[in-house]
């Protein structure tokens, strides 16, 4: 069968609860084989590894991984016409997909301006980074009439958060960063621990200031 492979890849991560859609299944072969599978490539494959018990049909048109024992299973029949209809879905789709990704290329990249790292003896909760991460935006939002984009993270230990603050807009790094040091000099004092920051503007080297 020309796509039993293509199609026991696809259903492999997938679950139960959330089947995998006939044309989504023409979408993944196109995307492994660089082709549309046609009406009687797919309606053959599909069928044989329902009836050998390799996967099963969740309802009419919507598949998934056989789980436990292998059974043999019942496949629906599906028309021509429905499979026109799933090709046509996946066409439409992909085209929205093209546009979607033609508009971000377009759009302009968020850069690294700022890097803030804390690490600290004592464990960090909700509060403690929400301290430390949204007092800072609010500063440079309020003296920059500029809100920036942050992502925070935890490391397993919970002991160290960083954020990196993003912009898309000619905001100079280093304003940014006298803005927000004086508040990490403050929350350190305060909270212990010592802190990195990494600033720097598109295109040059990032300095780097610790605070302890």
């Known amino acids: ?12 991560n997938n679950k139960p609860e959330d089947p ?7 979408s993944w072969i196109d995307f492994r084989q660089r082709e549309i599978a046609s009406y009687d490539e797919l309606r053959t494959t599909i069928k044989t590894l329902i009836l050998n018990g390799k996967m099963k049909e ?6 998934c991984k056989t789980q436990g024992n292998k059974t043999k ?7 021509e ?21 033609e508009k971000e290329e377009e759009e302009p990249m968020d850069i ?25 935006e609010y500063k440079i939002e309020e003296e920059l009439m500029y ?10 230990g919970n002991h160290h958060i960083s954020f990196w603050i993003l912009s898309t807009d000619d905001v100079d790094a280093h304003k940014v960063y006298d803005i927000i040091s004086p508040l990490i ?25 610790k605070v302890k």
């Open 1 to 12: 069968m020309k796509f039993e492979k293509d199609i026991l890849w696809v259903l492999e």
């Open 20 to 26: 995998i859609e006939l044309w989504q299944l023409i």
């Open 58 to 63: 969740k309802t009419k048109l919507q598949y």
């Open 73 to 79: 299973g019942i496949f629906t029949e599906f028309s």
């Open 81 to 101: 016409s429905e499979y026109e209809e799933a090709v046509k879905k996946y066409r439409e789709w992909f085209d929205q997909e093209l546009k979607r990704v």
């Open 112 to 136: 690294e301006i700022i890097r803030v790292t804390w690490k600290t003896e004592k464990k960090i909760n909700k509060e403690l980074k929400n301290c430390f991460v949204e007092d800072l």
């Open 147 to 156: 809100y920036p984009r942050e992502i925070d993270d935890y490391d397993k």
């Open 185 to 209: 000099r403050d929350f350190i004092e305060k909270n212990g621990g010592e802190s990195e920051i990494q600033v720097g503007n598109k295109g040059e080297e990032k300095k780097v200031y």
